[in-house]
Nanobody
Framework: QVQLVESGGGLVQPGGSLRISCAAS????????MGWYRQAPGKQRELVAR???????NYADSVKGRFTISRDVAENTVYLQMNSLKPEDTAVYYC?????????????WGQGTQVTVSS
């Protein structure tokens, strides 16, 4: 079994910065992809950013230039540095990982961390 534990959410003013992190633990052979999704009230969950095992990254257009995803491979941890935050960034942010366990790859989710951007 694999667990993803997020931390670092909270309340921040517009224009401010916040860093959230997600640590994976358990029976992990390798992590293929780690990423962040978010879900605002009344909206569908959407991809924010993801990082592939080779280091390439993808970002939603709405966060390009403001958010940076990074990963500590040795610690099985992914970070999301969020700068120039806007009220529309308010959402529950979920960590996601595609993990090879044994001979198969499986999708895992964290419990979510609330990010609120408000003055």
């Amino acid at each position: 079994q694999v667990q993803l534990v997020e931390s670092g959410g909270g309340l921040v003013q517009p224009g401010g910065s916040l860093r959230i992190s997600c640590a994976a633990s358990g029976t992990i052979r390798s992590i293929n992809i780690m990423g962040w999704y978010r879900q605002a009230p009344g909206k569908q969950r959407e991809l924010v950013a993801r990082i592939i095992s080779g280091g390439s990254t993808n970002y939603a257009d709405s966060v390009k230039g403001r958010f940076t995803i990074s990963r500590d491979v040795a610690e099985n941890t992914v970070y999301l540095q969020m700068n120039s935050l806007k009220p529309e960034d308010t959402a529950v942010y979920y960590c996601n990982a595609l993990v090879t366990v044994g001979i198969g790859a499986y999708d895992f989710w964290g419990q979510g961390t609330q990010v609120t951007v408000s003055s």
